[in-house]
């Protein structure tokens, strides 16, 4: 059985479709996915065995110039690529109207989410079958159900599985141990506070634990950079694609990290990680799988899942706190001695297994 698959991005959803994977491919043998998914995550799927080829898509990059996409073939070699096999079945797991916009090129049926399920209920216009998956779970769940109701077969109990070959990234013998901090995300209130990082960093080299900061743009290497600064313990990571990063990250005795697509890669690596959670809600979106933490602020007003903090502090707050580096003020219900706390656990538990 031939599936072609359509989860475009983000990085954390794209991660969180492959335990979907593993669960069909043990349930249906020989089953064989192609995958549609944006250019920057490519990579991803080749990990996992029950991936044949990679389909991949700009939709991000060809919205800001459609007329080079049209003037270049690229979109038309893009359509060839999704009709030059013969699927079984094709399922949209993203629940958009960009993604099931790009089923219409396939001739195979296709399954999604019904108009109450999906992120965007247009999206399920476009399926000839529409499958109910309750909202209010963690999207890896929800994904994993979609597949077992579209493939028919039962949803296997139990934590999900990656299906991710995790021992051919692990380097042995371990040199000295080292924790990474993942310290880059999208919104500007899902950071935790420089200082944050650095006090926490500071606190690794009082146990004598190197700390490693990898980087994917300007701003976050001047980020890591400032973390480090005449900190012997830190080390600033060069630039590293995908690849380079899941191998840091697969050899790690730990991870902290903020809400971000990475974290998510970590919790696939099997990397014990503590999760750092804001404005955002790890119920719903948190890393998922073995030995993962997730410290959420309870803040007021938290989670506000809102890109912009609207947060009014009080004369209470201006005395006890730092407005211009503890910001968001979330962010100080987790402060560097509670996260250094769990971290150092964390470390121990992995020195002891």
Known sequence: MRVLLVKTSSLGDVIHALPALTDAARAIPGITFDWVVEEGFAEIPTWHPAVGKVIPVAIRRWRKNIWETLKSGEWKRFKQSLRAEQYDLVIDAQGLAKSAWLTRYVKAPVAGLDKHSAREPLASRFYQRRLAVAR???????????????????????????????????????????????????????????????????RMGHLGIE????????????????????????????????????????????????????????????????????????????????????????????????????????????????????????????????VASRLSTLLLAEELR
């Open 136 to 202: 209010g779970q963690h999207a890896v769940e929800r994904v994993r159900q979609l597949f077992a109701l579209a493939l028919g077969y039962d949803l296997p109990k139990g934590l999900g599985d990656y299906g991710l070959d995790v021992e051919r990234l692990i380097e042995l013998p371990r040199n000295k141990p080292y924790v990474v901090f993942l310290h880059g995300t999208t919104w500007d209130t899902k950071h935790w506070p420089e200082v944050y990082w650095r006090d926490l960093t500071v």
């Open 211 to 338: 700390v490693r900061l990898p980087w994917g743009n300007p701003a976050e290497k001047a980020r890591a950079e400032r973390i480090a600064s005449g900190l012997p313990n830190a080390v600033v990571l060069p630039k590293l694609n995908l690849a380079g990063v899941a191998k840091v990250l697969a050899n790690a005795s730990a991870c902290v990290a903020v809400d971000t697509g990475l974290g998510h890669l970590a919790a696939a690596l099997d990397v014990p990680t503590i999760s750092l959670f804001g404005p955002t809600n790890p119920g719903l979106t948190g890393a998922y799988g073995k030995v993962q933490v997730h410290l959420a602020s309870d803040f007021p007003c938290a989670p506000c899942l809102q890109k912009k903090c609207t947060y009014q502090p009080t004369a209470q707050d201006q005395q006890r706190f730092d407005l211009k580096n503890e910001w968001p003020l979330c962010f100080t219900r987790l402060n560097p001695e509670r």
